[in-house]
C-alpha cells in the first residue's frame, strides 16, 4: 500500500532515487565520524525542544495517518501503537534528552598496547558508518533510531511503516531542522556559536513505502554498512532474504522460565507471571514454562492458578497435564509445535523436566536464544544454566521482561539482536560503533 | 580439481556428508563453549608434542602434495608455500604453544553494572559457535585456525585448498589424537587425569575439494555462525556471492603511503621501501603512494632512486612524472586503474596531492580500508590523518607492513577484516568471540 507519489515512479527513477539516498547517506557519514560530542549533543537539545514546539504540527500529520489507519480497518491495537499524543511527545522528547546525556561512544579507547619494537596499538571506537532501520508503525521508533545513530555518528537511512507514513515525515522535517545549527537558539551559546550544526543527510527517510525501494536499498552493499529490521517475523524475513548488506535482527521471542527443583516458590510465582502477563505481546515475554519434576507436584497447581486468574491459557505436556487434572485445573493438552511458540498473547506451553541438564538442553534446542531465565535458591545449578544456555540474555531470579534497552540503561535501543556476530542482545550506542586500530610509530619498519 | 573418492558421490551424498560434519561441529560447539582453560591448554599442548613426533608422518603426507604441484606445474613461490620441512614443522609447533600461553578469552568479563532496582547485568565474553573457515594452500593456516578455534572455544570446519589436501589431512588426524586425552602423554599431571579431553568433531575437514561441498556448505546457516575466507580474491568473491552464513573477510589490500610536507625525509624512505619492498606479494604491502606537493619536489627524486635500486617500477601522475623527467629517472605514466590495484608486486603507483585533506579524500575513495599510514613529523597532521581515514589500520610513522596478527601480539590470526561489523583489523581469539548478557536478581519484575 505504497501512500505516496514515488511509488508510481518506474523503477530505474526508484533505483536513482534510492542510490542518491545512501550515496548522500555515506558522504554525511564522513562528516559524523569525526563531529565532535558537543555539536551532536547540542543537535540532540535542539531536536528535544524542537518536538516540544511542534506538538500542533506533529498531531497534524498523525490525524492523517490515523484516519487512514480507520479507513482501512487497523485494529484498535494498532491504531494505539500510532497514536501520537502531548505525553507521548514530551517522552519522545525526553527520550532525546536521555540519549544526549549519555557518553560519547566514539574515540572510546577499547584496548592499548605498546610493543617491544616501540610501536603503540590502540584500538579506538569508531561509527559504523552508514545504518539503514527498517520497520514498522511506532513513530517512536523513528526517534529513537535516528538519536541513536546520530549520538554514535552514523548516518541513518529510515524506511518506516506505511501507517506512520505522515508522522514520519513530520518527524524527520524536525530533525533536519535540528540538524542545522541555531536553528531556533539564541547565538549566545559559545559551543553552539563554533559549530556549523551537522549535515540534514544524517537522517533520511524513503520517502515511499514501495516495496521495490526497499529491495533495492538491501542491495546498496557499497553505500550501507547494516541493515536493523525491527518489527514482525515476515517482514525480518523479507529483508535477510533480500540483503546483501548484513543485517542484525531477531525473528521472535520465543523465551523460557526455568522453575528449578530449589526454587522459592514465591518467587517463582512472582517471575512467570510478570514474565507472561505483564505486557504479552512483546517480545521478552515469556512464552514457554519448565518444570522439575521434583517440584512440579506441588509448584504447578498453585501457579496454575495464579496464571489462570489472569486469564492465561495453559497448553500441557502430559505430566503437567496429568498434575492439573488431578487438582480439576483448566488446560489443554499442547500440540508439538506449541513448545517453539512465540504466542504473543496471554498463552503459555508447560512442561515437566526431569533434569537442570534436561532443561538446558531442551531450552537450547527450542528457544530463539532471546531470553531464558531460571529461578532457584541454588548457586550451582544457576552458574551451570546461566553457562550452558546459548541465548543472547540469561537471567537468575528476575524476569525474562528486563531484557530491553531502558532496562539495561543504555537510553534507548535501535533493537535487540540474537544473532552472534558484532552485537548480541539489547543494542545501544556502543553496539551502533565499529573500531579501528590507530598505530603510531617512530619510523618502525618490519624486519 | 577434485582429489578424492567423494567428489564423484551423487549431489545428495555430498550434501548429507556436509550437513553431518556441520552437525557434528554444532554438537562440539556446545561443549567447548563451557570447556576449561585447563582442557584446552592441555589439548594444545599434546598437539605442540605430536606436531613434533610426526615430523617423518607430515612429511611423508606433504611429499604427496609436492609430487602433485609438480605434475600441475604449479609455479616456484606456490611450491613453496606448500613444502613443510622440520623447521616449519618446528615453527608450527611453536605457534601452538604461543597461543596456549595466551590468555583464554572465554568469560571475560567487557562490562558489569547493577541498575537501580538492583540487577546485576554482566556482559560475558563467550565463543562465536561454529566456524567455517575457506583457504588455499599454506598448510600452517590449518593449524593456526584450529588452533585459534579451540583456545576461543569455537569448532572448526576446515575447508583447505586442493593443492595441500594430503598434508592438511595429516594435520587434522594429529588434531584428533590431541583432542583425545592422554594420547600420549603420561597421566601424572593430575589437571590431565581429571579432563576426559575434548570432542573430536571441534575441528573437521571437509574430505572433499569439490566446490559443490562448499556450496553446500555455506548456506548451512543454522549449524555453522560465521565464514572465514582466506585467500585470493576470486576465492573469497566466490565465498561471498554465494554464503547465506555471515562472512568476514578482506577482498585486497590496496594500501597507501602518505608523505605529508611535514615528513622526515629518511624516515619517509625508510618506511616506503619497507612496505614495498620487504614481501611485495602480501596484504599490507604498499600499493600506492601519495606525497605532498610542498614536498614532491625535493623528496620524490631521492624516493625515486631509492625504489629504482630495489627494481621498483613507479607508475607516475602527470605531476610526479614531470618531476622525475626532470632528474632523467626511469617511471611510466599511470593508467587510471593504477590507482586502485593492488599489484603484490615490485610495482608502485604515485601521486602528488596538493593538501592533506585530499590525501585523507583520495585514501577514503581509493584504497581498500585495510592498512593506510602517514609520514609527517606534524602532530596535528597526523591526528587528522588518523582520525579522518576510515580504514581497519592506520598507521603513524610506521610501516604498513606492521598490520598482522603476530606484529599486534594476538600469537598468530585467523585473518583480516576490512569489514565493519564484528572484527575490524588482525582477528585473533577474542574477535573468534561473540558475548551475553548474564543478569542476576532477587527475584525482580517489571512494573
Not at 537511512?157 to 535540528?178: C, D, K, P, Y
Not at 550544526?197 to 557499497?222: E, H, M, N, S, Y
Not at 526454587?263 to 517471575?271: G, L, N, R, S, V
Not at 493438552?333 to 513448545?339: C, I, R, S, T
Request: glycine share 6%; aromatic share 4%.
Amino acid at each position: 500500500m505504497p501512500f505516496c507519489g514515488y511509488s508510481h515512479a518506474v523503477s530505474t527513477d526508484l533505483v536513482q532515487l534510492v542510490t542518491a539516498i545512501a550515496q548522500r547517506a555515506r558522504a554525511a557519514s564522513r562528516v559524523l565520524a569525526t563531529a565532535s560530542a558537543e555539536a551532536k549533543n547540542a543537535a540532540l537539545a535542539r531536536l528535544a525542544e524542537l518536538l516540544l514546539g511542534s506538538t500542533d504540527a506533529l498531531l497534524a500529520a498523525n490525524a492523517k495517518d490515523l484516519a487512514a489507519a480507520r479507513e482501512n480497518n487497523l485494529t484498535g491495537a494498532q491504531i494505539d501503537r500510532l497514536t501520537l499524543d502531548a505525553k507521548r511527545i514530551a517522552q519522545m522528547a525526553e527520550g532525546v534528552r536521555r540519549v544526549a546525556a549519555l557518553p560519547d561512544p566514539v574515540g572510546e579507547e577499547l584496548e592499548r598496547t605498546v610493543r617491544p619494537n616501540g610501536l603503540e596499538i590502540r584500538k579506538l571506537r569508531v561509527p559504523i558508518g552508514v545504518i539503514g532501520i527498517i520497520y514498522e508503525s511506532r513513530p517512536n521508533v523513528t526517534i529513537d533510531c535516528a538519536v541513536l545513530c546520530l549520538k554514535s555518528g552514523n548516518a541513518a537511512i529510515l524506511r518506516g511503516g506505511t501507517e506512520s507514513f505522515h508522522t514520519n515525515r513530520m518527524l524527520v522535517e524536525i530533525i533536519h531542522q535540528a540538524l542545522s545549527a541555531r536553528s531556533t537558539l539564541p547565538s549566545s551559546s559559545e559551543a553552539w556559536a563554533k559549530e556549523d550544526g551537522l549535515p540534514a543527510d544524517a537522517v533520511q527517510l524513503i520517502p515511499t513505502t514501495d516495496r521495490a525501494a526497499l529491495t533495492t536499498l538491501l542491495k546498496l552493499d557499497d553505500l550501507i554498512h547494516c541493515i536493523i529490521p525491527r518489527g514482525g517475523e515476515s517482514l525480518i524475513r523479507f529483508v535477510v532474504e533480500n540483503s546483501t548488506i548484513p543485517v542484525i535482527k531477531h525473528f521472535k521471542g520465543v523465551c523460557f522460565v526455568y522453575i528449578d527443583k530449589d526454587a522459592d516458590p514465591d518467587m517463582a510465582e512472582h517471575i512467570v507471571i510478570n514474565a507472561k502477563v505483564q505486557r504479552p505481546g512483546v517480545c521478552n515475554a515469556a512464552e514457554q514454562l519448565l518444570v522439575h519434576v521434583g517440584v512440579a507436584g506441588a509448584f504447578l497447581p498453585r501457579l496454575a492458578r495464579a496464571l489462570l486468574e489472569k486469564n492465561v491459557e495453559l497448553r500441557c505436556d502430559a505430566a503437567s497435564a496429568a498434575i492439573l487434572q488431578q487438582h480439576g485445573l483448566a488446560h489443554r493438552a499442547a500440540a508439538p509445535e506449541d513448545f517453539t511458540t512465540e504466542f504473543l498473547d496471554l498463552i503459555i506451553a508447560v512442561r515437566v523436566t526431569p533434569s537442570l541438564d534436561d532443561a538446558i538442553a531442551t531450552i537450547n534446542r527450542d528457544s530463539s536464544a532471546h531470553s531464558d531465565a531460571i529461578v532457584t535458591r541454588d548457586a550451582g545449578a544457576a552458574r551451570c544454566f546461566l553457562a550452558g544456555v546459548d541465548s543472547a540474555t540469561v537471567f537468575w531470579n528476575a524476569s525474562t521482561r528486563f531484557n530491553d534497552g531502558f532496562e539495561f540503561g543504555l537510553g534507548a535501543e535501535i533493537g535487540i539482536s540474537t544473532d552472534r556476530l558484532h552485537a548480541r542482545g539489547p543494542m545501544g550506542l556502543r553496539e551502533l560503533c565499529s573500531y579501528k586500530y590507530v598505530i603510531t610509530g617512530t619510523g618502525q619498519v618490519r624486519g
